[in-house]
């Protein structure tokens, strides 16, 4: 059933058996995303009519971005092989990724970059491919471009603030006061401290707002933006969501600026292109807090709280003599 952590058990289950195109991975870390929280909580209505279930949630295993060792592969799977260390994104495969083991579509899996360690790498997928999807193919961000991000010292924006930088962007980054000095080292040129500045009535505007868990209404993200900017919302309150989804066409009609909702989704290329960017320095995982498995429901109510600065992350251990697997809702019976 949907409802606070407090639904969430730890189960013993078989070891999956991948399917011709899949992947058995021994999973290392996950990381713990806002989709977790939706998907447990149907926070936001909308998520009941997504194929997830009216009443009842039809999957109850959580857990999208991961990461770990392939242990063995399909016939058909001839990009990995057993011992490769991999990255990936199994939302879209029905989650599960807060377990020892899932059997993953080779698609969804990408090389895990060779400087990351385990829980660096988990942090990458899901927050990582929304900044990297929101600024480039929303955004359509191009050198020299006036950006800002809102929502900086959050698990999307401090992805967002360096692959802006990444772009050749100028980039402003909005956080409270707590944060100005993390937001600062990840390269951003300015920084406002949204409690004591309004960015929609500074007088200055941008090329392009990602706006990350924004709470501004639309219209006055549209006052910050340059004449043909765009404005992505990669997050909201139900309210911006259904503003955006159901307005945003009709907004972006007036004045020549744009307004895009982002929905980010699994992308082995898109990986790819985040691996070079990991593997060159040029953006580096944040991670506020770590927990292990048994502690899922605890860092699901750390994230609900809505004050993670960074990542949160799940460590597997696969020393400990009795580590059950996989942690989902009451009910789950697989």
């Known amino acids: ?36 929280w939706h998907l447990l909580t149907a926070d936001i209505f909308l998520v009941r009519f997504m194929a997830v279930g009216l009443l009842r949630p039809k999957n109850t295993r959580l857990g999208a971005g991961m990461d770990g060792r392939v242990e063995a592969v399909g016939r058909n799977v001839r990009q990995f092989r057993p011992g490769d260390e991999v ?9 599960g990724a807060f377990a020892e083991y899932a059997a993953v579509p080779a698609g969804a899996l990408a090389l895990k970059p060779a400087n990351l360690s385990f829980e660096q790498a988990a942090a990458v997928p899901i927050a990582g491919l929304t900044a990297l999807q929101g600024l480039r193919d929303e ?87 340059a004449p043909k900017g765009t404005y992505v919302m990669a997050g909201g309150s139900p309210a911006q969501i259904f503003q955006a989804l159901f307005l945003g066409r009709l907004l972006s009609r007036a004045g020549g600026r744009r307004v895009r909702v982002l929905s980010a989704k699994p992308n ?24 292990s498995l048994a502690e899922v429901p605890e860092a699901l109510r750390y ?32």
């Open 303 to 334: 994230l609900g709280q809505g004050h993670a600065r960074g990542k949160v992350v799940i460590a597997i251990d696969h020393n400990s003599q009795r580590q059950p697997a996989p942690m989902g809702m009451t009910g789950d019976r697989a």
């Open 1 to 36: 059933m949907y409802g606070s952590p407090a639904v969430l058990q730890l189960q013993e289950v078989a070891k999956p058996v991948p399917g011709d195109d899949e992947a058995l991975v021994q999973i290392q870390a996950a990381s713990v995303n806002q989709a977790d």
């Open 139 to 225: 955004g359509q961000i191009r050198p020299g471009q006036k950006v800002l991000i809102q929502g900086a010292s959050g698990r999307v924006g401090t992805f967002a603030v360096q692959v802006a930088k990444s772009f050749g962007a100028e980039v402003t980054a909005v956080c409270s006061t707590r944060n100005l000095e993390q937001t600062r080292t990840l390269g951003a040129d300015h920084v406002i401290d949204y409690t004591k500045e309004d960015l929609t009535h500074g007088g200055q505007t941008y090329d392009l707002i990602l706006a990350v868990n924004g709470y501004h209404p639309i219209s006055a993200y549209k006052r910050a933006l």
């Open 268 to 291: 082995q290329k898109d990986l790819a292109v985040l691996s070079e960017l990991l593997e060159s320095g040029r953006v580096v995982p944040v991670i506020d807090r770590r927990y």
């Open 87 to 95: 990255f990936g994104d199994i939302g879209a495969q029905a989650g």
